[in-house]
């Protein structure tokens, strides 16, 4: 039996997964923001919300091709009742925790701006339904920009940044849920871009994995698998600070959620290597600099970032005129 065959034959028998206090539990927040109400999605093409399909409700979905597979997950391209939407199954039972705990952060966060909308969902067997966002991920912007012959412009790469910068304010817990997370799984700008998709008529950058974002408790957190991080996107403070021992999880030092104020200059600065880039870069450079200080206590916050960065974008406004 191939792997779509597969699928189907575990959508016929269904069990509907009793997570109301799941879908509408959680953090106290302000419902202004959500395109819906909790426990409810709204595609483009729709113009009232319904609400999260579950598992009996499934059964007519239409499996397409394989979009991407990872460890945990395996994304296919689906079809339910003519609506295209992303349908991510769980690839590897040993990550079954991983894949439920994505599950539940995706829909925490589903309806948020810059946060990937939630279709539907079941637990047994394990798989999401999510909003399909067809221009792919931001690590494979250039091929985007080509293919789609898209305006690559600095206001453009500004605005990557802005949405960015209002992903972490959400995280951070400066938005409507009253928690701080920080991002683990973005030790590369790389890992961390092949998260972020981009919305095909707004451009706005939408993050889709959201399986490593531990809330910053009294300790602070400690990110990876117990060993060092590594890669080009890890904060100092998060580097194993003990060069002369071997790395032990009990004596590394917890940190907060600065460690992505820290990473995002470096991203924006990523982005803005476009023609016109320049002007931003030196007008971003003392932020960046900030973002990137030594003491974690001293780098801006998100809602700093999202400032600034409007700021720059009015600036070129202004210039244009």
Known sequence: MNSLN????????????????????????????????RGHYK??????????????QLGSLQVGKLI?????????NATWRDQTVALSILNNRRFAEDFAYGQQ????YSGLPNFIQVVGFCEKPALTLTEYHPLGSLANLSAIVANYNLEDDVRF??????GWADILRILHGEGPIKETRVMCDSNSISKLLSQVLLEAV????????????PVVGPGGVICGNGGPLEGDLVAPEQRWPFPDLPYDAALMPGYSEKADIWKAGVVCEHLLNVT???????????LHRRCRHEVPALRPCAAELHAEYSNALAELTRDEL
């Open 6 to 37: 597969r699928i189907r034959a575990m959508l016929s028998p269904l069990v509907l997964l009793a997570a109301l206090a799941t879908v509408g539990g959680g953090p106290e927040e302000a419902t202004g923001l959500r395109r819906c109400p």
């Open 43 to 56: 595609l483009a093409d729709m113009a009232e919300c319904a609400p999260m399909l579950t598992c009996p």
């Open 68 to 76: 991407g597979v990872g460890g945990v997950k395996a994304v296919y």
């Open 105 to 108: 952060m995706q829909l925490l």
């Open 157 to 162: 790469r500004l605005r990557l940044c802005r």
């Open 202 to 213: 707004t451009l706005e950058p939408v993050l889709n994995d959201v399986d490593a974002l």
């Open 276 to 286: 016109g880039g320049a002007w931003a870069r030196y007008r971003l450079f003392r």
